[in-house]
């Protein structure tokens, strides 16, 4: 089956480390997203890629990084720059090219939270 | 200001009530629509798309207002299920498609 699978779904990190969060797609999509999600708070874009090689910078960049080596992977690391890591993260793709539909699948997100 | 916009609520109706989600979105451009459902501590997941038309699936009817730049949801008849986060989403066009989500309307329905 097609999807969207986020690695893991469970993370706790240390203070100071470098975390990374998988999203792999096999729905063959070239537009991947990452946002972040807090307790009774929407999704705040974090990185997006449109197409392999390229991505921009969301509305929360700051303290993570991307990069999009495959159509069909799409990792998160979030650095010690980071200053509040503690949160839900999910990934999301898209078919992203000129379509009119664009709806956007999500992967079952990763709880990330420091210790 | 926010490229999305939505009530956070929280909406408490009675089962059986109907209640209006509004939207507002702020980039002209915007090309495709969408209401999300999201449930407590899980992904988003497609409600129903929003055509110029408007559209209607069931109890759910979306609606398209491009002059005023707002989207709607209708949903009639509520259910104690219908208890959720409820996402609206905009869609551009720039150089590729790039997908905006509302921070989320809260829905409790209560019996």
């Known amino acids: 089956d097609g999807g969207i699978t986020q690695s893991p779904k469970y993370l706790f990190r240390k203070e100071g480390q470098n975390v990374t969060l998988s999203c792999e797609q096999n729905?063959?999509?070239?537009?991947m997203y990452w946002y972040r999600q807090d307790p009774g708070q929407g999704l705040r874009l974090i990185y997006y890629?449109?197409?392999?090689?390229?991505?921009q910078k969301g509305d929360i960049a700051e303290g993570y990084s991307v990069s999009r080596e495959k159509k069909e992977s799409f990792p998160l690391t979030v650095t010690s720059a980071q200053k509040n890591p503690t949160a839900f993260y999910l990934c999301?793709?898209?078919?992203?090219?000129?379509?009119?539909?664009?709806?956007?699948?999500f992967g079952q997100g990763t709880r990330l939270t420091v210790v | 200001r926010k490229e999305v916009e939505q009530d956070p609520g929280p909406f408490n109706v009675p089962e059986g009530a109907t209640v209006a989600f509004n939207c507002t979105y702020s980039?002209?451009?915007?090309?495709?629509f969408f209401w999300y459902r999201q449930d407590c501590r899980k992904e988003p997941k497609l409600l129903m798309s929003?055509?110029?038309s408007g559209n209607e699936d069931g109890r759910f009817t979306a609606q398209l207002n491009r002059a005023s730049q707002y989207i709607s949801l209708l949903i009639r008849d509520s259910k104690l299920s219908d208890s959720a986060t409820y996402l609206c989403?905009?869609?551009?066009?720039?150089?590729?498609?790039?997908?905006?989500f509302g921070a989320g309307t809260r829905l409790f329905v209560k019996a």
């Open positions: 999301a793709s898209s078919i992203g090219q000129a379509y009119s539909n664009t709806e956007a699948f």
């Open positions: 729905l063959n999509h070239d537009a």
């Open positions: 890629s449109q197409i392999v090689n390229d991505f």
């Open positions: 980039n002209s451009a915007s090309q495709s």
């Open positions: 929003v055509y110029s």
């Open positions: 989403v905009v869609s551009h066009y720039t150089g590729g498609f790039k997908t905006i």
